[in-house]
């Protein structure tokens, strides 16, 4: 990579795409993507497990010399951002349920946040609940099966439609027109859930928003590319596969395998994390 800001997104496989595809078009910088394919979806994996296999990523990133991170799931958000934050030194920029603007925005009073279990059971999605969204009526969806559609490509197969708009109709019926898509897989089915939901409903990607808070850390505004972006992509699963889902998304890069064996117990936070991911030899370029 050349002298521009190099910034690492990871994810547990290609759902982190929805929010790299719109950091590249508007950030100038230099992208490396980790998509942990061949252990997607992280929803339902256990905590731990999600925080070590995090903690193993980002610091695989840091080693590479980048100079902020962002956590492209809100899964590892929920269960790990604390401690990737605790253990690299550079900005680390993950993600958040839009609860929020959904509120701002919603004109019935009643939104539903789709999103994985793992994030609905967070204590950070609990207080921003209670914090914005007391006066309203909340609906939530946990639909695994969304992940593990679009890890597999099956977006546009008939009886995932048909499933989609099962899943769907409680809540439209119950009048929510506002929609957090609280999982970065999910923008990846705008198309689909625009069709059926229609062009009025509000749906919220939280991507534009993950960009402005980046391009504000690193001290950049964020505007369309003057060139194009250099992005590289490494994968635990198949790079062939990858590649095909690259190319359905317009997306274009390099891409490798990746073997990283997950952190153990033995990692550690705070100060002496910080202290011992050094001691590694790992430092995020911005803080060299």
């Known amino acids: 990579m050349n002298g521009r800001l190099r910034i690492g997104v990871f994810d547990s496989g290609i759902g982190g795409l929805s929010v790299l595809r ?67 030194p550079c900005p680390v920029v993950a993600m958040e349920p839009a609860i929020k603007p959904a509120v701002a925005q919603s004109r019935s009073g009643q939104i539903a946040v789709l999103a994985t279990r793992s994030t609905l059971d967070s204590a950070r999605y609990r207080q921003l609940r209670a914090q914005h969204a007391a006066s309203l009526q909340v609906h939530e969806l946990a639909p695994h099966h969304w992940i593990t559609a679009v890890e597999q490509g099956r977006q546009g197969d008939p009886a995932f439609r048909a499933r989609l708009r099962q899943d769907l109709a409680p809540l439209v019926a119950a009048g929510v ?34 960009t402005a808070q980046l391009a504000r850390v690193l001290g950049r505004e964020a ?53 011992a991911v050094r001691g590694k030899g790992v430092s995020c370029r911005s803080a060299e």
Do not use: K, M
């Not at 731990?48 to 840091?62: E, K, T």
């Not at 027109?177 to 939280?206: K, M, N």
């Open 223 to 275: 505007s369309p590319q003057a060139s194009p972006a250099l992005v590289r992509f490494l994968t635990s699963g198949d790079p062939a596969t990858l590649r095909v889902q690259l190319s359905g998304l317009g997306l274009r890069g390099t891409v490798t395998s990746l073997a990283l064996a997950a952190a153990g117990a033995a990692d550690v936070t705070g100060d002496a994390g910080r202290a």
């Open 22 to 88: 719109h950091a590249v078009a508007h950030l100038p910088a230099d992208y490396l993507y980790v998509a942990d394919s061949r252990h997607a979806p992280w929803g339902e994996a256990d905590p731990d497990w999600v925080r070590s296999r995090s903690l193993a990523i980002a610091r695989h990133l840091a080693t590479e010399g980048v100079d902020a991170l962002v956590i492209a799931c809100n899964t590892a958000t929920a269960l790990a951002a604390e401690a990737v934050r605790a253990a690299l």
């Open 177 to 210: 027109d506002t929609w957090v898509l609280a999982c970065t897989h999910f923008p990846l089915l705008l198309p689909q859930l625009r069709a059926l939901l229609g062009e009025s409903t509000i749906l919220i990607d939280p991507a534009p928003a993950v």
